[in-house]
């Protein structure tokens, strides 16, 4: 019989249907005086007997018929749920909901999400993205995906990126302009693209050297809340940008875009996959998982 957690009901429907501890005992592989112990037990608690005992039988008493009667289908229901569950194919099915900061899913689809959907075609994604951080658990998320200075601590993180670091840009036209900076007090003199928070102040450019510290608050020319909408008005023309080079690694290759301050700009941990800490994630999330270092085992040996 698959246990379900009910030792008590499953037996005292064993005691009822065998007429016997003993043989009860033996049907659910626990001793005669385990047996006993529970059925007393219970008894104790419910204050009724439930079986008439003599040295050769034993039956139930009219009080306990009825509750036989009331818990024997539940408990089916249950046992049938409990095989029914521990028995799932492995391939994953289902959806799997990922809550993350806005435009992270379009960074991570090559190769990891087309990779996971192709793989396991049954699996659907469920990826709301928001720039405030949520309580997975709470709302419902089976992951999230943060910076890992954001995970929470009570979390089970799995890295997805490698390190990375915010740097500063700007067109080969702005520079003719307006010249590069050398230091970052000289960024009081440049204009400036700023990132509104999620929750309503401008992001002050935290640029750090040898352990010296320099919080960057410059003239803006525009705020906005996007990375991508930064990006776009950095490639204008109109200012300085402070953006992550996940962004803006082919505009860096191709010229479109210029660094600079690059020593004031260090690197830190990158993007995790977190979930709570409970012993067995749900088989689509296991999935993830398992392909995120999968992914990641094939870069270290490239």
Not at 18 to 28: C, G, I, K
Not at 99 to 123: D, G, I, K, V
Not at 142 to 169: N, Y
Not at 267 to 293: M, N, Q, V
Request: charged share 25%; net charge neutral.
């Amino acid at each position: 019989m698959h246990r379900t957690g009910l030792t008590e009901l499953e037996v005292i429907l064993a005691v009822a249907h065998r007429q016997s501890f003993r043989a009860a005992a033996r049907e659910l592989g626990m001793s005669a005086t385990a047996v006993s112990n529970a059925v007393a037990g219970l008894e104790t608690r419910l204050k009724v007997r439930l079986f008439n005992r003599s040295t050769r039988s034993v039956a139930l008493t009219e009080a306990g018929q009825r509750y036989v009667e009331r818990i024997a289908p539940a408990l089916a229901e249950i046992q049938r749920a409990s095989e029914e569950i521990s028995t799932q194919p492995d391939v994953p099915t289902g959806t799997l909901r990922i809550n993350a900061p806005p435009e992270t899913a379009s960074l991570l689809f090559e190769p990891l999400l087309r990779e996971y959907l192709q793989r396991y075609p049954q699996m659907r994604l469920d990826i709301a993205t928001e720039a405030r951080m949520v309580d997975i658990v709470a709302e419902g998320f089976d992951a999230g995906i943060r910076l890992a200075e954001s995970v929470p601590q009570d979390m089970i993180a799995v890295p997805i990126t490698t390190d990375v670091r915010m740097m500063i840009v700007g067109t080969p036209e702005y520079f003719a302009t307006y010249g590069k900076p050398q230091s970052p007090d000289d960024l009081k003199n440049h204009y400036g693209v700023g990132m509104r928070m999620s929750h309503g102040g401008i992001y002050h450019w935290e640029l750090e050297r040898h352990q010296q510290k320099f919080a960057v608050n410059m003239p803006k020319r525009v705020v906005l809340s996007e990375m991508r909408a930064i990006h776009q008005a950095a490639r204008s023309g109109i200012g300085l940008a402070f953006i992550s080079e996940w962004f803006i690694s082919e505009d860096l290759a191709s010229g479109k875009l210029v660094s600079v301050l690059d020593e004031w700009c260090p690197y830190f941990d990158g993007l995790r996959l977190y979930y709570p800490g409970r012993r067995h994630p749900p088989a689509g999330l296991k999935a993830l998982i398992e392909l995120i270092r999968e992914i990641r085992d094939r870069k270290t040996v490239a």
